[in-house]
């Protein structure tokens, strides 16, 4: 590589989940402490990240083709930094075939952004895929400028192994920040402009510090930071769900009645398979107790379909499960295999064409069943966290406690929390009218 003038602006292109999002607003800090700034709508950066993941489909070969797409106007090639789950899981492979990288960084090094560059400029190419305990967080700047929503990741990595899922390989074992830590960053969060935060992990609430401390303790005692209108977390694993948290959601009004509880599947044959070490019915007993300790929440969960082997009768026990919960939304995938997974070796690898018609009919119940929830919240008032202006004059849009988007027109600024009447309900989305702003 030849030597480059160091990059003045940058531009961060992040995929995936909620962590990558975090993971994206954190290099975007750390290059701005740089000098670096970030480019214009419209504007060739000179140095662009991309922070990509590696959960489901080609996530790899979307990556090559991405880098390829990077020239810019005048035909030259910005610096390009490939981060998060493909960069962790591919890093020297990507070197090897895509001359055009010079900085290869994965989730838990990318601190070491500004070293790379400096070494990028000299025209030195790097890889840094190293998994050192936590110290991203003891050196990354103060967070800045936030939005109403903000992220905090307070655990990263998963030691589960569920026989599809490559997270315990690209994010390492489970790892908890520290108390304190994440009281100083939620509180600079806040005075950021922050009214809710999301805390984030790829299993949230097995988070715990080093005094056995579990997440609703931590959950106490944000809700006790002034300003902090709203908390909320993802995603949890079902073993991770004490009675702590389940009843911090009956004592904490400032915990969103909103739970997001992955199943995978309905059918305790391909739980097993999947290594998910719940059954179809001690998850059932889970919800119960939660519905129990606050009986308007709402439910969130992942499925997959077409797992290796699945039959026909064991997808309807699925369908047959959204059926009994009665989910307020979720998210659902084709089973795609993931390299050096268990379940990518197993026998039975389900047709794609099976797969896509499964898909499609559990999306149908799952959109039914959220028009339903939807439904049944016409007529309640609740609070509306205003996100961003609507697409009318005078619209805007925010997020209701159970986390369904609201429109509403009256006289509003991003960041209000205002109380409306839940007036008319669609699959995606409810108009509200406006009974008071609470907070401005
Ligand atoms: N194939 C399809 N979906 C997957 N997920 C994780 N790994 C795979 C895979 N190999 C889904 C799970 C998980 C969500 C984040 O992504 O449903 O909960
Ligand atoms: Fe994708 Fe998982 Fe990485 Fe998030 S942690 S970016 S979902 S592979």
Partial sequence: MR?????????????????????GERMAELLATQGIRPAADGEDADLVVLNTCHIREKAAEKVYSDIGRLRREDGSAPLIAVAGCVAQAEGEEIMARAPAVSMVVGPQAYHRLPEMIEQAALGQRSVDTDMPAQTKFDVLPARRKVGPNAFLTVQEGCDKFCTYCVVPYTRGAEISRSFNDLVEEARSLVEAGAREITLLGQNVNAWRDDSNRGLEKLVEELAAIPGLARIRYTTSHPNDMTEGLIEAHRDIPQLMPFLHLPVQAGNDRVLKAMNRSHT?????????????????????????VGFPGETDAEFEDTLKLVERV?????????????????????????????????LQRLQAALSASQLAFNQASVGKRCTVLVERKGKLPGQWLG??????????????????????????????????????????
Wanted: charged share 20%; hydrophobic share 40%; glycine share 6%.
């Fill in 3 to 23: 030597p480059t003038p160091p990059p003045q602006t940058y531009r961060v292109k992040s995929f995936g989940c909620q962590m990558n999002v975090y993971d």
């Fill in 326 to 358: 009665g989910y307020a939304q979720c998210f659902s995938f084709k089973y795609s295999p993931r390299p050096g997974t268990p379940a990518a070796d197993m026998e039975d690898q389900v047709p794609m064409a099976v797969m896509d018609e499964r």
């Fill in 280 to 304: 179809v019915d001690s998850y059932l007993r889970i919800i119960d107790r939660v519905r129990a300790a606050r009986p308007d929440i709402a439910l969130s969960g992942d499925f997959i």
């Fill in 399 to 440: 997020k209701s406690p159970w986390l369904q988007s609201v429109h509403f027109t009256a006289d509003a600024a991003i960041g209000d929390l205002v109380e409306v009447e839940l007036v008319e309900a669609g699959p995606n989305s409810l108009s509200g009218r406006l009974v008071s702003a609470i907070s401005g």
